[in-house]
């Protein structure tokens, strides 16, 4: 088994009074595309500049792909896009790529290949000698993705990624993140943007106030049901007070029915239940629980600060 | 070591794109223009029989009074290039968040720091001989004369230059670029100040503002290198006419310079060792 990605073991960070991040404990493998959650301000950048030895931590340790933070073998295989991607807007796309391939340690054959190939890649290739003073907010995120991508890197760190793209942008961040789950490169999600969250990450941790508060698997959240809605004739009050068997919370109104139910496999029973007692089922409309919902639940309404 | 030689090259980019050597080489020319100009006219009053030596001796020595003086605004023209090279690097990418993609490379925060002092100790050598060279020549080109010692008064006002940029580096890794600079220039100001009670003190065999004046060099030598750099240039006669406003009455001695030094080394030091420390 390889050594996990990321290991986090008690990771705080306070700047004088304020606490930024809270007892962060985190395990992630290698291969695997994790999302970190939480409102602004929670201490999700702050999170991510300590495990990249930007910052450093108040107490704790973490390690990434075995190594100590701010290990610099360990940096030569990792990828970052920073939150507000200010580059060195005096070079050319093509120079920036370089100037970071060489600070990578990158060979300048293997180098110039690869700055090639990526900004195909980002679609930046008729850009390739234009000043990045001249890029738009969209180009300046593309051409930060191919840098942080150059190294070929085994973990990839992305704040915010799709924050400044367009609609065709954030699919492109899509399909480079389905890409390296392909490769096997870990990637770690900053956002709160939760649909690309959803529509990408295998795992994630919601953070609110500096603290991990509620770590999901994606893949559970597909079988999980927030609601279900019920059209049928014939449900009395008796009946409805039965389905409190499969059902946190069932609510009635005329002909509907809404019913809280958090498991799939309980659908069929609540079917055959109603049948038996001659109730007359128009529409059984099962509604997933949405990042979103879980987020708006665990994080609370009020949100960041 | 690439990895210093990689951060050099780019800071070096960055000065020549950023059009900040271009600024401060366009008002360098005029400076020189202007400095050419005026010594014409100045010159050109003296201008007496060649026959009478006492009369050339004068001359000589007017002449090399307004290059010192042409070289003095030179001096503070290359340190001030050195204050605003160094106190917006560090400063300015942590503040701007572009330090963040390079420092969490497999660089060490060191090589940052060193590779970015190394790019800008080329630009200012750069700037510093073309503008001391440019008034020493002109003077040259006009009089025929040459300051004695000129290639080691040179280098002193590069070294003064140098030890300015290195001083606002360090303060560059710690605060804010604005404060950074006023704190940078507040320092010069001690030195200048001090130097100058130092100078009348001399003057007035006044050993107490003597001493001030070599406390506030040792706090910055920045002022001192320059009088240094003067009394080596200066004709062995403006010795003994006592002081012109750009010779020195009070010579810091070689240990000064060594001092100057060494403070040079601490202050890359400090850059280093701060930035280290830092958050970004």
């Not at chain 1, 690869?114 to 980002?122: A, M, S, T």
């Not at chain 1, 993140?177 to 990637?187: D, K, S, W």
């Not at chain 2, 605003?84 to 942590?94: P, R």
């Not at chain 2, 220039?185 to 001030?212: D, H, R, S, T």
Request: charged content about 20%; hydrophobic content about 50%.
């Amino acid at each position: 088994m390889a050594v996990p990605a990321i290991v986090t073991d008690k990771l705080n960070k306070t700047f004088g009074e304020r606490v930024a991040v809270k007892g962060l404990t985190l395990q992630v493998e290698q291969g695997e595309i994790f999302g970190f959650l939480g409102p602004n301000g929670a201490g999700k950048t702050t999170s991510i500049k300590m495990l990249l030895g930007l910052t450093a931590p108040t107490s704790g340790s973490a390690s990434l792909l075995g190594r100590p933070i701010g290990d610099r073998a360990a940096r030569a295989r990792i990828g970052f896009l920073p939150e507000h991607f200010r580059f060195q807007e005096w070079l050319t796309a093509r120079e920036f790529l370089e100037l970071h391939g060489e600070l990578l340690g990158m060979e300048s054959h293997d180098l110039r290949l690869r700055r090639d190939k990526l900004l195909e890649r980002v679609g930046l290739a008729d850009f390739g000698n234009a000043p990045l003073r001249t890029f738009s907010k969209g180009m300046l995120q593309r051409i930060g993705l191919a840098q942080a991508l150059l190294n070929r890197p085994a973990l990839v760190f992305l704040d915010e990624p799709t924050s400044g793209l367009d609609p065709v942008g954030r699919l492109l961040v899509r399909d480079i993140i389905h890409e390296l789950r392909g490769q096997g490169t870990c990637v770690f999600i900053n956002s709160h943007l939760l649909s690309e969250i959803e529509a990408t990450c295998d795992r994630v941790a919601f953070i609110s106030h500096g603290e991990v508060v509620r770590v999901l698997d994606m893949a559970s959240l597909d079988r999980s049901l927030s609601r279900v809605t019920l059209r049928a004739a014939g449900l009395t009050p008796e009946i409805a007070a039965g389905l409190a068997a499969w059902a946190e919370h069932v609510e009635i109104n005329g002909d509907e029915a809404t019913l809280v139910v958090h498991n799939e496999d309980n659908l069929p029973e609540i079917t055959s239940y109603l049948v038996a007692r001659q109730v007359r089922v128009y529409a059984i409309t099962p509604k997933r629980a949405s990042l979103e919902e879980i987020f708006i639940e665990t994080i609370g309404e009020e949100g960041g600060l | 070591m690439r990895n210093i030689w990689t951060l050099a090259r780019m800071t070096y980019r960055e000065a020549l794109r950023r059009r900040i050597v271009l600024t401060g080489l366009v008002l360098g020319l005029c400076f020189l223009l202007v400095f050419s100009i005026g010594f014409h006219f100045i010159y050109n009053e003296f201008y007496i029989s060649p026959d009478r030596t006492i009369y050339r001796i004068i001359r000589s020595e007017a002449t090399n009074s307004l290059l010192l003086a042409g070289l003095y605004a030179v001096s503070f023209l290359s340190l001030a290039m050195g204050v605003l090279l160094g106190v917006d690097t560090l400063a300015g990418e942590i503040a701007s968040g572009t330090i963040q993609t390079i420092a969490s490379k497999p660089v060490r925060r060191a090589e940052i720091v060193l590779g970015k002092w190394l790019g800008f100790a080329a630009l200012l050598a750069l700037y510093s001989l073309l503008m001391s060279g440019g008034t020493a020549l002109s003077v040259f080109a006009q009089s025929g004369h040459v300051a004695p010692n000129l290639p080691a008064g040179i280098g002193l006002i590069y070294l003064e230059s140098l030890l300015m940029m290195t001083v606002a580096l360090a303060f560059s890794s710690a605060i804010p670029a604005l404060a950074a600079g006023g704190v940078v220039f507040g320092l010069y100001g001690l030195a200048f100040i001090g130097g100058w009670i130092e100078q009348i003190g001399a003057l007035l065999e006044n050993q107490a503002a003597v001493k001030i004046g070599i406390v506030t060099s040792l706090i910055i030598p920045t002022e001192a290198i320059w009088r240094r750099a003067s009394f080596e240039m200066q004709s062995p006669l403006a010795g003994v006419w006592g002081t012109s406003p750009f010779g020195a009455a009070s010579v810091p001695s070689a240990a000064m310079i060594l001092y100057a030094v060494v403070y040079l080394a601490m202050a890359l030091g400090a850059a280093i060792n701060t930035f280290q420390k830092r958050d970004i």
